[in-house]
């Protein structure tokens, strides 16, 4: 088992082989998490891109506009490239809202070095030396945004209690890429806007 602590405000690039799990612990409860994969196997989408988590296509194939215990992550061949096996929260992690990023925080009039979640998505991938051209749309773990009867976004305050977790297994050898979510001016890291670490524990690979 192998114990890493993601920063605050921090992202990080983890390559995980098939079968290799993730317990991503929040200890504050309040903490919003951002997540992607890619294909770590050479699968690429036929667009100059390797295959990458896509939450309209995990959206289709689970029929759920969330992703709960038991349901994965797809690409966009349809084919998953993690399962979420375990979940201490009460379940419902957001895929319709976009990872934060540079024009939302220039909009809460931040100054343009606000660290991001899409911002946080390049670097950990620069620090592996991986690119995307492009910020996929994220899994929002600990995240709560309900639809209305109208179809309202309803953005909630996390309700994840401190030490809950989730685990995610990689179904085939992926870069897992996570952000513990910058936001410090909405609510949606907790009503007190201030973002904290997260605690990662890897399984050794098979
Ligand atoms: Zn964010």
Redesign the pocket.
């Known amino acids: 088992m192998t114990t890493i602590t993601l920063a605050a405000r921090m992202g990080g690039a983890y390559r995980m082989k098939a079968g290799q799990t993730v317990r991503i612990e929040n200890p504050y409860g309040t903490q919003?998490v951002?997540a992607w994969a890619l294909a770590d196997d050479g699968a690429e989408t036929g667009d100059g891109t390797v295959q990458y988590s896509s939450m309209e296509h995990t959206r289709s194939v689970n029929s759920s506009i969330y992703v709960d215990k038991g349901l994965a992550v797809m690409g966009m061949d349809r084919r998953p490239l993690f399962t979420m096996v375990e979940d201490t929260t009460p379940g419902h992690h957001d895929t319709q809202l976009c990872?934060?990023n540079g024009p939302l925080y220039a909009d809460l009039d931040q100054p343009a070095e606000h660290r991001?979640?899409a911002g946080n998505f390049h670097d950990a991938l620069s620090q592996i030396g991986l690119a995307m051209p492009f910020t996929p749309a994220s899994l929002n773990l600990f995240m709560r945004v309900a639809v209305g009867p109208e179809g309202e976004v309803l953005r909630q305050l996390p309700e994840a209690r401190p030490g809950d977790h989730v685990t995610l297994r990689a179904d085939r050898d992926i870069v897992l890429v996570l952000?513990a979510?910058?936001?410090d001016v909405t609510p949606i890291n907790g009503p007190d806007c201030i973002p904290r670490e997260i605690v990662l524990q890897f399984s050794e690979a098979a």
């Open positions: 919003a951002d990872p934060c991001s979640c952000s979510c910058p936001q």
